[in-house]
Nanobody, 122 residues
């Protein structure tokens, strides 16, 4: 009943910028933490950034100062502004959201987007 749809990936040159978007839809009562993860071929999926419903953020050391996570609670959307991109940022980026379902008494469940590819050329 909850879907996360990502967009904004693409091919850019090193030093360029991209903005990823992830919109959650469905029987959503509220969304706690939202975040972005990435996975490069042959590597483990890793945390990129998270943001709480109150706006508190957390970033991987590798992206601090370059990436900015934000959210629009009214739109159930999370964004990832990526600046000063490096070839090592190349990966599939996945949106994650912890969602409380309408009329559910349980704590939130994690949902994942389908992924959007970011490729940074040197």
């Amino acid at each position: 009943q909850v879907q996360l749809v990502e967009s904004g990936g693409g091919l850019v040159q090193a030093g360029g910028s991209l903005r990823l978007s992830c919109a959650a839809s469905g029987s959503i009562f509220s969304i706690n933490v939202m975040g972005w993860y990435r996975q490069a071929p042959g590597k483990q999926r890793e945390l990129v950034a998270t943001i709480t419903s109150g706006g508190s953020t957390n970033y991987a050391d590798s992206v601090k100062g370059r990436f900015t996570i934000s959210r629009d609670n009214a739109k159930n959307t999370v964004y990832l502004q990526m600046n000063s991109l490096k070839p090592e940022d190349t990966a599939a980026y996945y949106c994650n959201a912890n969602v409380k379902i309408i009329l559910s008494t349980s704590w939130g469940n994690d949902y994942w987007g389908q992924g959007t590819q970011v490729t940074v050329s040197s």
